[in-house]
């Protein structure tokens, strides 16, 4: 933003308070808020004309401006845990613990703490694989718990429909109680 576009955006609300800053206010606004996009200010005057009914002052900015840093936040936290459950739905994460797992985070950015994520019971998958089983190539190779043989199954999962082989078992998760995967 520059300085003159700041100046703009406050005389909008001069003309609709009936009243002008002060060069010195001026100059304590452009140091408070010279480093966000004209955008962002303009949408802070917006928010002020909506929600006051006397002159803001700067403190009434920064609130304004908290508010919607605040707002922005949640609904990027929101994506996040959208995308968290989208990749993997077994274990969907709830709203509380996406909230401790975020606060922890902004607490380790702000006080410089190491973050220790080993003590949240959700983690993301790898991604370069849409099926865990089979990694995405269709085959599940299970060890039979009493017998020494290995066994060829197809997987569930798109990877393993496509190949449809007819001499080929298709793998379930009773199986588990038998197999396990090599």
């Known amino acids: 933003m520059i300085f003159i576009d700041m100046q703009n955006e406050l005389e909008r ?3 609709v308070f009936g009243k002008k800053y002060h060069d010195e206010i001026v100059k304590l606004f452009w140091k408070e808020f010279n480093h966000i996009s004209i955008g962002r200010f303009k949408a802070l005057v917006d928010s002020i004309l909506y929600q006051s009914r006397y002159y803001p002052t700067i403190s009434d900015f920064i609130k ?3 508010e919607l840093r605040f707002k922005e936040y949640e609904v990027e936290k929101k994506k996040v845990v959208d995308e968290i459950n989208a990749i993997w739905p077994q274990k969907a994460v709830s709203q509380d613990k996406a909230n401790e797992f975020f606060t922890a ?3 380790s950015l702000t006080t410089g703490v ?3 994520g080993d003590k ?3 983690a993301l998958p790898n991604p370069a694989y849409n099926c865990k089983r089979c990694k995405d190539t269709g085959d599940i190779y299970a060890k039979h718990k009493v017998k020494t ?3 060829l199954f197809a997987c569930r999962c798109e990877s393993g429909i496509k190949k449809q082989s007819t001499d080929v078992d298709r793998w379930n998760d009773k199986l588990f109680q038998h197999y396990d995967i090599v």
Do not use: C, V
């Open 13 to 15: 609300i001069s003309i």
């Open 105 to 107: 985070l902004r607490k």
């Open 120 to 122: 949240f019971d959700f």
């Open 114 to 116: 190491p973050f220790d």
């Open 149 to 151: 043989y290995t066994y």
């Open 64 to 66: 304004a401006n908290t």
